[in-house]
């Protein structure tokens, strides 16, 4: 229970913080030396639109899973449906399966993941330590937002038990 009321609170700040850095750049507020507003603008734009996408997809906290279902629907999702869904609605069009958006984007590494990333691992019953078979989305704080068997719609730690053994890479398509 304790574990919860934190990352709510963590949730909450960092979306409080995101708004407000939003409202900074969208009245022209000086944020940054000039030498470096450009590349903190790009940066951060990347990382807000990727966590309206991560905040779009924890809309989604419980929906069933169900492997191969309709990209059509938002009844059931399994895991490349619902990240193909929920980047769809902010323009990012995405292949249907895994293992094909992990071909798409450009690669990141671990250490640099932002909200918004798509992470891969090679995991569940077809699985061979080098295949794609599983996709999320890096929500920050070194969590995954993602859908597998029960509890359908997730949040997951990266960095622990079967999401650290089968990870496998990450791409940034935003």
């Known amino acids: 229970m304790k574990q ?23 009245t022209g507020a000086d944020v940054t030396e000039a030498s470096s507003s450009k590349s903190v603008s790009a940066s951060s734009a990347t990382s807000s639109k990727g966590t309206t996408i991560v905040n779009y997809g924890k809309k989604f906290m419980g929906t069933p899973y169900k492997f191969g279902a309709s990209t059509s629907t938002t009844k059931v999702f399994d895991c490349s449906s619902f990240m193909k869904y929920i980047f769809g609605k902010y323009g990012v069009k995405l292949p249907r399966t895994s293992a094909q958006q992990s071909k798409v984007g450009v690669a990141v590494s671990k250490s640099n993941l932002k909200p918004g990333d798509l992470v891969f691992f090679s995991s569940g019953s077809r699985a061979n330590g080098k295949n794609v078979t599983h996709v999320a989305v890096y929500a920050g704080n070194g969590k995954i937002l993602h859908t597998y068997g029960s509890p359908g719609v997730t949040i997951s730690d990266l960095n622990s038990g079967n999401w650290k053994r089968t990870y496998l890479k990450a791409r940034r398509v935003l």
């Open 4 to 26: 919860k009321q934190i990352i709510q609170k963590l949730v909450a700040v960092g979306l409080c913080a995101s708004i407000g850095f939003t409202a900074m750049m969208a």
